[in-house]
């Protein structure tokens, strides 16, 4: 028997020397390196031993133990003695002794433990490997746990327990007999066969954990999605839900990924057993289906087009059977787009479909005819857009100094049927009936001078052009012009002053900044006269104080001579987090002012901003950087100072608890129909009870009407390996004589394994 030196490289050779000893039969491009307090070699026996804080580092695994011995005539390794195995993908094999073929290829174990890269420990009694890649644990558990530095003895929240779990790694599955499903060491649920993808797999062929639903209409329903892998570049799911009271529930969702892009298709359907559960509405039908394809492309580095297509058998299929949508409509597109540094093109085409049952304005008693006629077509009221083109180029080089833009915009739409309505007499239209094309395009130039006192001077200039092409006007209308072709145009110059004045103290940093903006144009053309789909929206506030046209849209277009005048402030407090706080308002100078003269829609009246003297917007945030925030914004009379609009909101995180309070009020608006105030309060919060463990809720609350809204509880489990919650919900928004919404959600996700979720619903 000889001896070597504590530490020893054994490399490749074709003699057999002490330095290769160890891999005589091994690859030649393969080298170990061996680390050891004592090396001995029996000629006799042709066994080598290592002895002593045994390291040996081979083809990409590594193994430490207290002694190893290679059995050069068997090609056998034994590694006994505290014995740890890290292979090349990560994972960690810890056992108090191991045989391994001497290429690291096969081996066996007994009371072993196998923790992977993914957070996953499968356990057992004794353990084989053969041909590299099929692993037999007999009397096996698998889990997960949710940190490193868990102990390995501690018991996990959940397990799989099996008399024999097999995990073929070029199937990248694993597979149990006699398995038993275990939460806190009970068992919950016996699987005499069972498999998975092992940890390493995103996506595989198999069924997926089962979902269960239940509602008043529809009965109690399970769903077992089936899961097919037909490449790696596409998919399939499938799933087949049968409903107690209404047949069976189709649903696929197919998925493609190409070399230039990728697309999907998902469809659902069913022939309804009892039509007249939905009695009332559109979902009183025996055939009942939805569909939608998604795609985008890329043409080249800075093209892409895509769609996105729905269509429904009736507007309350998708909410009926909870398959995609919650808003009001569904809205289908077809667009391209291009991007590069200083230019953007983008066209669309849209359609939109109705899956919204009630009709407010059908039902409202001062609607006179024809109004109160439309109301029950909703989906005839939807314009279809053929398309909408934006384009904007900015130019690189300055222009007399400045910055000069160049935007366009097309919008062509159809509507069958005017959306029209009334409220005490007031006839408002949000839509008129026939075909309107309109071509916009506007150039903007701007350039920002500072004087020695660092005051800041933007002068700026801005031109903007319409054309509009009318045709088949609603003739009820009776401010519509009936020209086939309007153009107007809207010059305008203007300046922006800012003068920020920077004051450092003991407490902190402070910007005070005056602002003052002037912008002088002549008065709004045509209002009233014209159709107006894209300007609906004003809200006079902090955000577009000194915005140049403070409508959202093209179809309107601010005129007359104004001025914007305000005060912002930003402190930094050492040690006591940030404010940022502003306060402003406008004043209508010269020429017409365009919030006081009404369209069809009235968009602008009981803006603040309709009279010539404009109502205070102010805003004031406030950050601790402790955790704890605090937003709101509001909207004075410009008169009495009384409050026409605000927002406050509070949130953060101490301790165990995090928590939203928001409050909002919205004044009255009479020209769009609503005649009284507005007032919410709305609550979120959640309290962690244990590490894991944590109750939350919410609640929305109409302090005018005294009645809550909607409102839920729950209780919640979380870590990285398990996660549970279980709520109950209300929704009374709809309190015009419906019945209350109820709903009970039951979620429960095991990592590795999948999600599976049961949801009831009824109303009272």
């Known amino acids: 028997m000889a001896s070597a030196p504590a530490h020893v490289r054994a490399q490749s050779s074709g003699t057999p020397t002490l330095e290769n000893v160890l891999t005589r039969d091994a690859d030649p491009s393969t080298q170990m390196l061996l680390e050891a307090t004592e090396l001995e070699y029996n000629f006799d026996k042709d066994v080598v031993s290592a002895i002593g804080n045994v390291q040996i580092y081979y083809n990409g695994n590594a193994l430490e133990a207290d002694r190893v011995t290679l059995d050069r005539k068997n090609a056998k390794l034994f590694a006994v003695g505290n014995v740890r195995l890290t292979e090349p993908g990560g994972n960690v094999i810890v056992t108090d002794s191991l045989e391994l073929s001497d290429d690291f290829r096969d081996g066996f174990a007994r009371q072993l433990r196998i923790e992977t890269i993914q957070r996953t420990r499968f356990t057992a009694e004794s353990a084989e490997r053969v041909d590299g890649e099929t692993t037999t644990f007999n009397n096996g558990t698998y889990t997960v746990?949710?940190?490193?530095?868990?102990?390995?003895?501690?018991?996990?929240?959940?397990?799989?327990?099996?008399?024999?779990?097999v995990h073929k790694e070029k199937e990248r599955t694993v597979y149990y007999e006699g398995a038993k499903l275990e939460f806190w060491g009970v068992p919950i649920a016996y699987l005499p066969f069972m498999s998975h993808p092992d940890p390493t797999v995103r996506r595989k062929s198999g069924f997926l954990m089962p979902t269960t639903v239940y509602d008043d209409k529809i009965g109690v329903g399970v769903s077992i999605p089936y899961h097919w892998v037909l490449g790696p570049d596409r998919d399939l799911t499938f799933s087949a839900t049968p409903l107690s009271k209404q047949g069976v529930l189709l649903e696929g969702e197919w998925r493609h990924m190409l070399e230039t892009g990728k697309y999907s298709i998902k469809a659902a359907g069913l022939h309804q057993e009892n039509p007249h559960n939905f009695s009332g509405s559109s979902g009183d039908i025996q055939w009942r289906g939805f569909v939608n394809t998604k795609g985008e492309f890329n043409l080249n580095s800075r093209w892409k087009w895509g769609w996105d297509l729905s269509r429904v058998s009736d507007r309350a299929?998708?909410?009926?059977?909870?398959?995609?949508?919650?808003?009001?409509?569904l809205t289908s597109t077809v667009y391209l787009t291009g991007l590069s540094e200083r230019n953007h093109f983008d066209i669309r085409a849209y359609s939109f479909q109705v899956t919204q049952e009630d009709d407010p304005d059908a039902s409202d008693p001062n609607a006179g005819a024809p109004f109160s006629q439309v109301g029950s077509k909703l989906q005839s009221k939807q314009p279809v857009v053929h398309p909408v083109v934006d384009y904007s180029y900015i130019w690189?080089?300055?222009?007399?100094?400045?910055?000069?833009?160049?935007?366009?915009?097309?919008?062509?739409?159809?509507?069958?049927?005017?959306?029209?309505f009334a409220y005490n007499g007031i006839r408002r239209f949000r839509g008129v009936e026939g075909t309107f094309t309109r071509t916009t395009l506007k150039s903007q130039w701007r350039r920002t001078l500072i004087d020695p006192i660092g005051q800041m001077f933007t002068p700026f200039a801005y031109v903007k052009a319409d054309l509009y092409f009318l045709q088949s006007a609603d003739k009820n209308v009776s401010t519509l012009t009936d020209d086939a072709f309007v153009a107007r145009a809207m010059p305008a110059v203007g300046l922006d002053y800012r003068y920020p004045f920077l004051i450092s103290s003991s407490f902190g940093r402070h910007v005070i900044e005056p602002i003052a903006q002037i912008i002088v144009?002549?008065?709004?053309?045509?209002?009233?006269?014209?159709?107006?789909?894209?300007?609906?929206s004003l809200v006079f506030d902090d955000?577009?104080?000194?915005?140049?046209?403070?409508?959202?849209g093209y179809d309107r277009s601010e005129g007359g001579t104004r001025t914007n005048v305000g005060f912002q402030y930003n402190g930094q407090f050492r040690g006591l987090g940030s404010v940022n706080a502003m306060i402003g308002r406008s004043f209508h100078i010269a020429g017409t002012n365009s919030y006081a003269e009404s369209d069809v829609l009235a968009t602008g009246n009981n803006s603040g901003l309709e009279s010539g003297d404009s109502d205070y917007v102010s805003r004031v945030y406030f950050d601790t950087n402790l955790g704890m925030r605090f937003g709101a914004r509001a909207r004075f009379d410009n008169h009495d100072f009384a409050v026409r609009r605000a927002e406050v909101q509070a949130s953060g995180t101490s301790g165990p608890v995090t928590a939203t309070l928001a409050y909002a009020f919205l004044g009255a608006k009479p020209a769009q129909g609503i005649n009284?105030?507005?007032?919410?309060?709305?609550?979120?919060g959640s309290l962690r009870l244990l590490t894991n463990w944590r109750v939350f809720g919410s609640v929305r609350y109409d302090l005018r009407n005294s009645t809550t809204v909607r409102d839920a509880i729950g209780l919640?489990?979380?870590?990285?390996?398990?996660?549970a919650s279980l709520a109950y919900a209300e929704d009374r928004s709809r309190n015009d004589g419906n019945p209350v919404d109820k709903t009970i959600y039951l979620r429960i996700g095991l990592r590795t394994l999948g999600d599976t979720q049961v949801s009831t619903s009824a109303d009272r």
């Open 145 to 165: 746990y949710t940190k490193p530095t868990n102990p390995p003895g501690k018991p996990p929240l959940w397990r799989i327990k099996a008399t024999k779990i």
């Open 317 to 329: 299929f998708v909410k009926d059977y909870k398959i995609d949508s919650e808003s009001d409509s």
């Open 396 to 420: 690189a080089d300055p222009v007399v100094g400045g910055e000069l833009s160049f935007a366009g915009n097309l919008t062509s739409l159809t509507r069958d049927e005017t959306d029209a």
């Open 521 to 536: 144009r002549p008065s709004e053309q045509r209002v009233g006269e014209l159709p107006n789909d894209d300007a609906q």
């Open 543 to 552: 955000t577009n104080l000194f915005q140049w046209d403070k409508f959202s």
């Open 676 to 684: 009284s105030d507005r007032e919410e309060i709305l609550g979120a």
């Open 716 to 723: 919640g489990y979380d870590d990285e390996g398990f996660s």
